[in-house]
């Protein structure tokens, strides 16, 4: 039972490269989202896809974009990376967008940018 | 602006004693409060949560106390075990809404 599986696990990009962070779910979830992790902030929302065919913005979606490729897989993008964009990212999914029910975590991605 | 704050990054406690993390939240919409345990190099874990309607839930050795008039949350965990050391994460969402708001995190460490 894989849960939310997270590709890369590690990712060092030079300022400006692009990659895209790959996330899948085998819960059948229908929502699915994008969190990263700064020292000092907690978990902040990047984007998140209440069902397939829906993505919204977060807290901090700028410098990002995704895409809900499917009911299971939510990939986020960075077109330009930027220093500030190091940081940990967490791709989570839960049943419904809404009501009482916990989010299910990956084991995130550690992006470095150079 | 943090929506949810947990003010005390660290805390130590001896192994079998009672461990309590506090999180306290500023949004009065927010009506779903839960726990999240992290350990390094892994995602957050759900732990245990509750809703506005109630003011204690407990599961197994953990309990959520929930003051509203305080906007106040705290983690009690008895007794207290080594493997229990990790990163605790207090959440917030009002349960209309999309987005889950997280505190900044308390170390705990169970000394044996």
């Known amino acids: 039972n894989a849960g939310v599986t997270q590709t890369p696990k590690f990712q060092v990009l030079k300022t400006g490269q692009s990659m895209t962070l790959q996330c899948a779910q085998d819960?059948?979830?229908?929502?699915m989202y994008w969190y990263r992790q700064d020292p000092g902030m907690g978990l902040r929302l990047i984007y998140y896809?209440?069902?397939?065919?829906?993505?919204d913005k977060g807290e901090v979606p700028n410098g990002y974009n995704v895409s809900r490729l499917n009911k299971r897989e939510f990939s986020l993008r960075l077109e330009s990376a930027a220093p500030s964009q190091t940081s940990v990212y967490f791709c989570?999914?839960?049943?419904?967008?809404?009501?009482?029910?916990?989010?299910?975590f990956g084991n995130g991605t550690r992006l470095t940018v150079t | 602006d943090q929506q949810v704050k947990q003010n005390s990054p660290s805390l130590s406690v001896q192994e079998g004693r009672i461990s309590i993390l506090n999180c306290d939240y500023t949004?009065?919409?927010?009506?779903?409060f839960l726990w999240y345990k992290k350990y390094p190099a892994e995602g957050p874990t759900f732990l245990i949560s509750?809703?506005?309607?109630?003011d204690k839930n407990e599961d197994g050795r953990f309990t959520v106390f929930l003051n509203k008039s305080a906007k106040h949350l705290s983690l009690h965990i008895v007794p207290s075990q080594p493997g229990d050391s990790a990163v605790y994460f207090c959440?917030?969402?009002?349960?209309?809404?999309?987005?889950?708001?997280f505190g900044t995190g308390t170390r705990l460490t169970v000394i044996p």
């Open positions: 509750i809703s506005s309607i109630k």
């Open positions: 896809s209440a069902s397939e065919g829906t993505t």
């Open positions: 989570a999914s839960k049943s419904t967008p809404g009501g009482y029910s916990p989010l299910h």
């Open positions: 819960m059948n979830h229908n929502s």
């Open positions: 959440a917030a969402k009002d349960s209309g809404a999309n987005n889950l708001f």
């Open positions: 949004n009065s919409m927010f009506d779903y």
